[in-house]
């Protein structure tokens, strides 16, 4: 997934709002538009190299996006708009190899009256709903977790794939992991102990949760390796 323009480095000074950031950028300060309602924890720290892209669409009223916060050397993607396009590349290239080469892929499918998963997928007469979750909290050494803070909006969509299930769809979570330096994946049962007691029963509904982390390059993010999740 190639970002729209080339990637400018810059200083992290502050976030406020939710979805603004202030970086000082070629010798001055710029405010960028932060595409993360999440919390961000570990990565808002003043003085920490940030990536952002200029827009080239003249209308827009803030010119740059933060995409990339660098915390001690390692690259973390925060720009949750594109994970959807991240994981739907990986499908269309068979990178994600669980439906097989000949299949039907729906982005923002509709399910009941007021829900919509991330993508639908049908092959072999399987239908299969997926939701994605976009993943940055690493508080142990090589050890991603999600969420970062209390999730009702996640506790929705487990609840909604325990319904599909029970209609006779398969039923996916993909947590994409955009950083480079974890090799495990788990839930942050502290930070949101009803997410993860949820997410438990989901699993013994017939819930299959894949993990992968990403890869930077200065064009764009791909998946890059599966990672084991740690079911505690």
Not at 97 to 123: A, C, H, M, V, W
Not at 181 to 188: E, G, H, L, S
Not at 199 to 218: E, G, M, P, R
């Given at each position: 997934?190639?970002?729209?323009?080339?990637?400018?480095?810059?200083?992290?000074i502050?976030?406020?709002?939710?979805?603004?950031?202030?970086?000082?950028?070629?010798n001055?300060?710029?405010?960028?538009?932060?595409?993360?309602?999440?919390?961000?924890?570990?990565?808002?720290?003043?003085?920490?190299?940030?990536?952002?892209?200029k827009?080239?669409?003249?209308?827009?009223?803030?010119?740059y996006?933060?995409q990339?916060?660098?915390?001690?050397?390692?690259?973390?993607?925060?720009?949750?708009?594109?994970?959807?396009?991240?994981?739907?590349?990986?499908?269309?290239?068979?990178?994600?190899?669980?439906?097989?080469?000949n299949?039907?892929?729906?982005?923002?499918k509709?399910?009941?009256?007021?829900?919509?998963?991330?993508?639908?997928?049908?092959?072999?007469?399987?239908?299969s709903?997926i939701?994605?979750?976009?993943?940055?909290?690493?508080?142990?050494?090589?050890?991603?977790?999600?969420?970062?803070?209390?999730?009702?909006?996640g506790?929705?969509h487990?609840?909604?794939?325990?319904?599909?299930?029970?209609?006779?769809?398969?039923?996916?979570?993909?947590?994409?992991?955009?950083?480079?330096?974890?090799?495990?994946?788990?839930?942050?049962?502290?930070?949101?102990?009803?997410y993860?007691?949820?997410?438990?029963?989901?699993?013994?509904?017939?819930l299959?949760?894949?993990?992968?982390?990403?890869?930077?390059?200065?064009?764009?993010?791909?998946?890059?390796?599966?990672?084991?999740?740690?079911?505690?």
């Amino acid at each position: 997934m190639n970002f729209e323009s080339e990637l400018l480095p810059g200083t992290f000074i502050k976030r406020y709002k939710r979805f603004f950031v202030d970086i000082y950028l070629n010798n001055k300060i710029i405010t960028a538009h932060c595409p993360n309602t999440g919390s961000m924890m570990g990565l808002l720290e003043k003085g920490n190299k940030v990536w952002v892209t200029k827009t080239i669409n003249p209308n827009r009223k803030l010119k740059y996006t933060l995409q990339i916060i660098e915390v001690k050397k390692n690259k973390v993607g925060v720009n949750t708009h594109l994970t959807n396009k991240i994981v739907l590349e990986a499908l269309e290239e068979n990178y994600i190899n669980l439906f097989g080469k000949n299949k039907k892929i729906q982005p923002e499918k509709k399910f009941g009256k007021d829900t919509r998963f991330d993508f639908y997928i049908e092959s072999k007469n399987i239908k299969s709903f997926i939701e994605v979750k976009n993943v940055t909290l690493l508080r142990n050494l090589f050890t991603a977790e999600f969420p970062d803070a209390k999730t009702s909006r996640g506790l929705k969509h487990l609840h909604n794939l325990i319904e599909a299930n029970k209609v006779g769809y398969h039923i996916y979570l993909i947590f994409v992991i955009q950083r480079e330096n974890c090799d495990k994946f788990k839930i942050a049962q502290d930070l949101d102990p009803a997410y993860a007691n949820l997410l438990t029963i989901a699993i013994k509904n017939n819930l299959k949760v894949i993990c992968y982390d990403c890869k930077f390059s200065s064009k764009g993010i791909k998946l890059n390796k599966q990672i084991k999740f740690q079911n505690e």
